[in-house]
């Protein structure tokens, strides 16, 4: 009768527990997504501050629409979309 080699079979590890083991998903090693190439906006360049001419008023941002366009809050209390 032939012996079998160790490596074929360890001992408590039957055959089908092995094709198992084969058949799971692959583990993340890394560090994976578009976040890791997309790198840190930097801009640290001071500009500088632009004050109110006539005909013009501060108010504060409410909600950013996009395309350049913003709902505002005026000093005046009503609120504005700007641009």
Same mark, same amino acid.
């Given at each position: 009768?032939?012996?079998?080699? !160790? %490596?074929?079979? %360890?001992?408590?590890? %039957? *055959? /089908?527990?092995? !094709? @198992? !083991? %084969?058949?799971?998903?692959?583990?993340?090693?890394?560090?994976?997504?578009?976040?890791?190439? *997309?790198?840190?906006? &930097?801009? !640290?360049?001071?500009? &500088?501050?632009?004050?109110? @001419?006539?005909?013009?008023?501060? /108010?504060?941002?409410?909600?950013?629409?996009?395309?350049?366009?913003?709902? /505002?809050?005026?000093?005046?209390?009503?609120?504005?979309?700007?641009?």
């Amino acid at each position: 009768k032939k012996q079998r080699p !160790e %490596s074929w079979e %360890s001992p408590g590890q %039957s *055959r /089908a527990s092995r !094709e @198992e !083991e %084969s058949r799971t998903m692959p583990k993340n090693k890394g560090k994976g997504g578009k976040n890791r190439r *997309r790198g840190k906006n &930097e801009n !640290e360049e001071k500009r &500088e501050l632009i004050f109110k @001419e006539d005909g013009q008023e501060y /108010a504060q941002v409410i909600r950013m629409l996009g395309n350049g366009r913003l709902d /505002a809050q005026c000093i005046d209390g009503i609120k504005r979309l700007c641009h």
